[in-house]
């Protein structure tokens, strides 16, 4: 059945369209259809070996990019839905925000970050981007996905001014400070939601952080004194997971009743009105926005500078600035393909075009296959 849209949500039948001019689908809408080139690609089965902030071998139920993207489209749908938004559309986003994550998460990202500093850089919103638009090699007709403008538009969170220069229509709003459809900024806060949670369940399971340690936040805290005192006898883990469950749960009722009242104290007449907004609707309560800052200091400070994840976090900079370092001296480093690309590049647009595809490569691989091709070197 037709998901029943607000006037302000994004209708596939007025999307803004493909790059690559396409006949319509036909049985599904324009967003599906965008949603399951999505899932049908490599870069999105890759997400399953891909960390978030434990590598991958660390254990087998802790989150990777994959379990993310599903976490997120899963909260993102639940609010559109009852929001009226196009929850086809926040799916196929929410399922490509991470296509272009390096290995070995924000580490990685900032290693090759590093590595690329003279040749453009590297920022993994733009590499999601690049993804879908060049990278993924699968249909005759055209390069990349050929998604919809709304699906690129809410992928492109986040981007330097100067590279917005060179995005075209989608740069734009970066450049006019202008807001994305209400499903990009859905997909974006979802994504909060779902890393700062599950960042905890991680951090609790792995036992890098502990309960003590949380009831410093008056956000945890009002939840841990409701649980302990529903449920006195029940196990640290149970404790664990109803804790992070509530804290789900309470994030997603402020965001909903919040951006709701927002919406409709604005009442845009349609999309194109949401993006000429100077600011977003879709976001917390103030007192909210201040626990969440709470939780990702404690976060910060606990755990991702926490002397294990931090061996981690140079391990992994070790390894892409070796390997980047390897292949950049020497593209026939990288297989046939990647090696032709690489020296194709370089003749065209320098150094810097080699660099690129270079960097392409290595943040196609997932954790292990950056380990195992760092011990080959
Ligand atoms: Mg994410």
């Known amino acids: 059945m037709e998901q029943l849209l607000a006037k302000y949500a994004a209708n596939p039948l007025q999307t803004r369209g493909r790059k690559h001019v396409e006949s319509p689908p036909t049985g599904r809408s324009e967003f599906q259809r965008d949603r399951d080139r999505v899932i049908h690609s490599a870069a999105f089965r890759r997400l399953v070996y891909k960390t978030q902030v434990f590598v991958n071998h660390e254990g087998d139920l802790y989150r990777t990019r994959l379990t993310h993207s599903l976490e997120v489209a899963q909260i993102a749908r639940t609010i559109a839905r009852t929001m009226s938004l196009n929850e086809d559309l926040v799916e196929a986003i929410s399922l490509s925000h991470d296509l272009g994550h390096t290995p070995f998460g924000h580490a990685g990202q900032d290693s090759l970050n590093t590595c690329m500093q003279n040749y453009g850089g590297f920022e993994h919103n733009i590499q999601s981007l690049r993804v879908v638009e060049v990278l993924e090699n699968r249909y005759v007709d055209f390069k990349g996905l050929n998604l919809t403008f709304e699906t690129r538009e809410g992928i492109l969170k986040h981007c330097s001014l100067k590279n917005a220069a060179t995005l075209g229509k989608l740069g734009m709003r970066f450049i006019k400070r202008h807001q994305p459809s209400l499903e990009a900024q859905l997909a974006n806060v979802a994504d909060e939601i779902a890393y700062n949670n599950h960042d905890v369940d991680d951090g609790l399971r792995s036992g890098l952080i502990n309960l003590e340690q949380l009831t410093n936040i008056p956000f945890f805290c009002e939840q841990l004194e409701r649980v302990r005192s529903s449920y006195p006898n029940i196990s640290k883990t149970q404790t664990n997971h109803e804790i992070v469950r509530r804290m789900i749960n309470v994030s997603i009722t402020d965001l909903l009743s919040t951006s709701q009242q927002m919406v409709n104290r604005i009442d845009p007449s349609s999309a194109d009105e949401v993006r000429a907004l100077e600011k977003p609707?879709?976001?917390?309560?103030?007192?909210?926005?201040?626990?969440?800052?709470?939780?990702?200091?404690?976060?910060?400070?606990?755990?991702?500078?926490?002397?294990?994840?931090?061996?981690?976090?140079?391990?992994?900079?070790?390894?892409?600035?070796?390997?980047?370092?390897?292949?950049?001296?020497?593209?026939?480093?990288?297989?046939?393909?990647?090696?032709?690309?690489?020296?194709?590049?370089?003749?065209?647009?320098?150094?810097?075009?080699?660099?690129?595809?270079?960097?392409?490569?290595?943040?196609?691989?997932?954790?292990?296959?950056?380990?195992?091709?760092?011990?080959?070197?």
């Open 281 to 377: 609707l879709i976001g917390f309560s103030e007192p909210f926005i201040e626990g969440q800052l709470a939780v990702k200091r404690f976060l910060s400070e606990a755990l991702y500078r926490h002397p294990r994840v931090q061996r981690m976090t140079e391990q992994a900079t070790e390894v892409v600035t070796a390997l980047f370092d390897a292949f950049i001296e020497k593209y026939d480093g990288m297989p046939d393909e990647h090696a032709q690309l690489a020296r194709q590049s370089h003749k065209e647009t320098g150094i810097a075009g080699g660099a690129r595809i270079v960097a392409d490569y290595i943040a196609g691989m997932t954790d292990r296959f950056a380990l195992q091709t760092y011990e080959e070197l």
